[in-house]
């Protein structure tokens, strides 16, 4: 299958830092990459959408001004946590797809904020 | 009422039980069906993909897809300790293959030596 790749896999940052994660697909071009939020024994809550070129596409009750994405190219879409505060800790998980193809999801991305 | 609904379980099994998981779904919409495994702290990974209703193989893994009733199963045959995992339904949106997924709560198992 194919593969999509996240870095870091795991970040302690202080209060109030900006933190970027990244996520790539590696064997495949994706024009749709999504952003995942993951809480302990709890199903993924996806955040985002994030098109190639365009803005992202943000669930409700998600902060755009907090959690910036950006979908460069087709291989490579950011998530940056910005001023991040304690209760952002959490994993989050990019997923990537393409048409006729369905979604591979990321290792995940472990954020510890002190 | 959640879209999609999954038993969270947690469900415990003997080596070499038969598993059986399911979820319902309540939008008719939905035309694509997965099923993801969750190991602790990693990415879900892709297990099974269907489309149409009845049976899709694949190892020791059977996908069951009713339509009419909106229930999908994942049965695992010899299931082994490896098998240890959150199983999770998900269903993307828009009758597409790679629309945003809704995914179920999740199914915690755990498979016994």
């Known amino acids: 299958g194919a593969v999509v790749s996240q870095h870091p896999s795991r970040v302690i940052c202080k209060s109030g830092t900006s933190v970027k994660i990244e996520c790539r697909s590696l064997d495949f071009q994706a024009t749709t990459m999504f952003w995942y939020r993951q809480f302990p024994k709890k199903s993924l809550m996806l955040m985002a959408t994030?098109?190639?070129?365009?803005?992202?596409?943000?669930e409700q009750g998600v902060e755009k001004d907090k959690f910036l994405i950006n979908h460069a190219s087709l291989t490579l879409s950011t998530l940056t946590v910005t001023s991040a505060h304690p209760e952002d800790s959490s994993f989050y998980i990019c997923s990537a797809g393409d048409r006729g193809n369905t979604q591979y999801f990321g290792p995940g991305t472990r954020l510890t904020v002190l | 009422q959640k879209e999609v609904e999954q038993d969270p379980g947690p469900l415990s099994v003997p080596e070499g039980a038969i598993v059986s998981l399911n979820c319902t779904y309540s939008?008719?919409?939905?035309?694509?069906f997965m099923w993801y495994r969750q190991y602790s702290r990693k990415g879900p990974e892709l297990l099974m993909y269907t489309y149409s209703s009845g049976n899709k193989e694949d190892g020791r893994f059977t996908a069951q897809v009713d339509k009419s009733s909106k229930y999908i199963s994942l049965f695992i045959r010899d299931s082994q300790p490896s098998d240890s995992a959150t199983y999770l339904c998900a269903m993307p949106a828009g009758g597409t293959s790679y629309g945003k997924l809704t995914f179920g709560q999740g199914t915690i198992l755990t498979v016994h030596p």
């Open positions: 994030s098109n190639e070129g365009s803005k992202a596409t943000y």
């Open positions: 939008n008719s919409a939905f035309q694509y």
